[in-house]
């Protein structure tokens, strides 16, 4: 049973380009989370998805930012127009459908550097 | 008041010592709690779940106090592999799941 699955791993962008960050989750798990992390910094929690609804998006930037989880394929975190300060490690997050309180266990995220 | 509060650290302590971190929470319906380990660069990985009023993983105990909103973690016996961030992370009915900025480890020979 693979892990939560995201990819690319290291994405480097231009200001002004669009970035596309992919989050499978594991098998089974239907709840998809997305989180920022600064470097020296604790992790931001940006939205949380289940398949085809977004069910919290309270942390995702107002501009730019949208997230989806398609009922077939990968979670998709959309940057668009990036920015310098958009550079950070984002990290996916998936938990099976079992309610309140089941863990989430977390890909091994994607350093986005805008240059 | 931040949802989530831990002490940034860092702690150093030496091999074979006991240190304990705490994290304050806001929201009194978090439901249950966890705690991460992140080493650095990588994700973070479950190190323990706490549902009632605690839990005890060989040298790892997680403690919960509801009254006041707090949940600690204390490590015996340090190990050097024990270096890490620490972050601490309630969760709610809805399931959304935050974590504190992460409490910082260093374990020195």
């Known amino acids: 049973n693979a892990g939560v699955m995201q990819n690319p791993r290291h994405l480097v962008r231009r200001r002004g380009q669009e970035a596309r960050l992919r989050c499978s989750p594991m098998?089974?798990?239907?709840?998809v989370y997305w989180y920022r992390q600064l470097p020296e910094e604790g992790l931001k929690f940006m939205v949380y998805?289940?398949?085809?609804?977004?069910?919290?998006e309270s942390g995702m930037p107002k501009e730019r930012f949208s997230a989806e989880f398609p009922k077939e394929g990968p979670s998709i975190l959309r940057i668009q127009q990036v920015v310098r300060g958009d550079s950070a490690a984002y990290f996916c997050?998936?938990?099976?459908?079992?309610?309140?309180?089941?863990?989430?266990?977390f890909g091994q995220g994607t350093r986005l550097t805008v240059v | 008041r931040k949802e989530v509060e831990q002490d940034p650290g860092p702690f150093n302590v030496p091999e074979g010592a006991t240190v304990a971190f705490n994290c304050t929470y806001s929201?009194?319906?978090?439901?249950?709690f966890f705690w991460y380990r992140q080493d650095c660069r990588k994700e973070p990985k479950l190190l323990m779940s706490?549902?009632?009023s605690g839990n005890e993983d060989g040298r790892f105990t997680a403690q919960l106090n509801r009254a006041s909103q707090y949940i600690s973690l204390l490590i015996r016996d340090s190990k050097l592999s024990d270096s890490a961030t620490y972050l601490c992370?309630?969760?709610?009915?809805?399931?959304?799941?935050?974590f504190g900025t992460g409490t910082r480890l260093q374990v020195f020979p």
């Open positions: 706490v549902y009632s």
């Open positions: 098998k089974g798990h239907s709840h």
């Open positions: 998805l289940q398949k085809e609804n977004i069910i919290d």
């Open positions: 997050a998936s938990s099976p459908e079992t309610g309140s309180g089941t863990e989430a266990f």
């Open positions: 992370g309630p969760s709610y009915n809805t399931d959304k799941l935050i």
């Open positions: 929201n009194s319906a978090s439901q249950s």
